[in-house]
């Protein structure tokens, strides 16, 4: 890899380590929790109103609401590289 691509995949790699620290924690669990209920995530986007119609703009809302949860779910599935921290790592390598 060329230096941009290098930085490029590093800043990538710190990126993933970060949600991992930030969400992986106790209140980033509780966090997550809150926000999969609050914006109702599991619902379906298009949901019939009181009048039996269905609402384009309100299903576009949750749709993007929903996006924003798979997203972060999606950045806590990838690997994270050492012990989650690239700029500070705990551990230190010996021989």
């Known amino acids: 890899m ?22 992986n924690s106790e209140d980033g669990r ?15 986007a298009f949901e019939r109103s009181p009048m039996q119609r269905y609402d384009a703009l309100a299903a576009a809302l949750r749709d993007g ?3 924003v949860m798979l ?13 989650a921290d690239v700029e500070k790592p705990k551990t230190q390598v010996t021989r």
């Open 2 to 23: 060329s230096d941009p691509d290098l930085e490029r995949e590093r800043e990538r790699q710190r990126v993933i380590n970060a949600y991992h620290r930030v969400f």
């Open 30 to 44: 509780k966090v997550l929790a809150n926000l999969r209920a609050y914006f109702r995530v599991d619902r379906p």
């Open 65 to 67: 609401q929903r996006e």
């Open 71 to 83: 997203f972060i779910e999606h950045k806590l599935t990838l690997p994270t590289k050492g012990d």
